[in-house]
């Protein structure tokens, strides 16, 4: 991937620039998405939930304070595999309370706001404040967004790839790794100029797509990628228009209402997980070339479908390789005008 072949090189590139980061003055304290955060120094046990934290914490070269992770979508990328093998998966999905205060974490990251928020499947975040356990939220999941609508949530501003940027650039300071962190966004915007420059000069005017993630059941209208959420801020930067006008994050739609939009690309998802029938890609593939709607589709008869790792499609470091994919499916195809 581009992400990773330009990781050496650019780090040799930045390090004169990042001699000058200043080390992490403690006690620190932040904003996290309305709470104050404060450290008396860097936390030396932490937990994930959610994929996105913990891979951030391999980038930055602090996997070995992780003492659990939990909530996955892909396998680890294979960087990083022998460091996460040492690390005890709590649950493929979500944890309970109970086994994440196990592991008597300094710092509970924290991808999505349904697993802790006012409604967390796992717990609140005053749960875990009371017991002295800083929870760091993901920006990308709590600003703009209300969690409270919706099965994952609904946009009320679209996705900014800035609060990714600001994850790795805050849990940086945490750790007292600022050289890394810069090192590690400055890899990230590389990577992301050179999926939409592989573009230039193609034609997208007429182009549209459809994100299907997976469905409760094969049989049932499947949960897609509506507007202003991860998967439509990547369209959007190379170009191509979503087909789903929903603010909802994930919402539901039926197939008839999808086939009438007729996207050029059907991107799907591809994962480890199997919480539901459709978790598998090969199932998505087999319904789509039979059932009697779908399989009229453009994208269905021309082949135009783009499998992705389901985790690309979330606001993670997986999502500029994701990016990447897309471009180079994309520039394989002659479109229709």
Same mark, same amino acid.
């Given at each position: ?11 040799t ?10 080390p992490?003055?403690y ?12 450290? *008396? ?11 996105? !934290? ?13 003492? !659990? ?8 990328? %294979?960087?990083?595999?022998? *460091? ?12 309970? =309370? ?9 710092? $509970? ?19 875990? /404040? ?9 920006p ?5 967004k ?34 890394? !962190? ?18 230039? !000069? ?5 182009t549209s ?14 949960? $897609? ?7 439509d ?9 979503? $087909? $789903? ?15 009438? %939009?007729?996207?050029? =690309? ?28 779908t ?15 389901? /985790? ?7 999502m ?18």
């Open positions: 991937m581009l992400l990773h072949r330009a990781v050496t090189l650019l780090a590139l930045a390090l004169p620039a990042l001699a000058l980061a200043a992490t003055q006690p620190l304290t932040i904003e996290n998405c309305g709470s104050p955060l404060t450290f *008396q120094h860097a936390p030396i046990r932490a937990v994930t939930i959610g994929q996105a !934290g913990t891979e951030m914490f391999h980038a930055l070269g602090l996997g070995d304070k992780l003492a !659990g992770t939990s909530l996955w979508f892909n396998d680890v990328p %294979a960087r990083y595999k022998a *460091q996460n093998d040492k690390v005890e998966r709590l649950a493929d999905n979500d944890p309970s =309370f109970e086994s994440v205060i196990g592991k008597r974490p300094e710092l $509970v990251a924290v991808q999505l706001e349904w697993m802790v928020g006012p409604q967390g499947v796992v717990g609140t975040r005053e749960q875990f /404040h009371e017991l002295k356990i800083p929870t760091y939220l993901m990308s999941d709590c600003e703009g209300d969690n409270l609508v919706g099965a994952d949530g609904t946009r009320l501003q679209a996705f900014s790839i800035e609060s990714v940027y600001r994850s790795i650039s805050q849990l940086a300071e945490v750790f007292d790794v600022q050289q890394r !962190g810069e090192a590690l966004n400055t890899q990230l915007k590389a990577s992301r100029e050179a999926s939409t420059d592989s573009l230039k !000069g193609k034609d997208l005017s007429h797509a459809l994100f299907w993630f997976s469905s409760a059941d094969l049989d049932i209208d499947p949960y $897609v990628a509506g507007r202003k959420g991860i998967p801020f990547m369209l959007n930067t190379l170009g191509i228009r979503n $087909v $789903v006008e929903s603010d909802e994050e994930w919402p539901t739609v039926g197939w008839e209402t999808l086939a009438k %939009a007729n996207p050029t =690309f059907l991107i799907i998802a591809r994962m480890d997980r199997r919480r539901f029938p459709a978790d598998d890609v090969e199932k998505k593939l087999e319904f789509l070339r039979t059932d009697p709607v399989r009229n589709m453009d994208a269905v008869k021309n082949n135009r479908i783009i499998m992705l790792d389901a /985790h690309a499609m979330q606001a993670s470091l997986r500029f390789d994701g990016l990447e994919t897309l471009a180079t499916a994309i520039n394989t195809y002659d479109l229709p005008k």
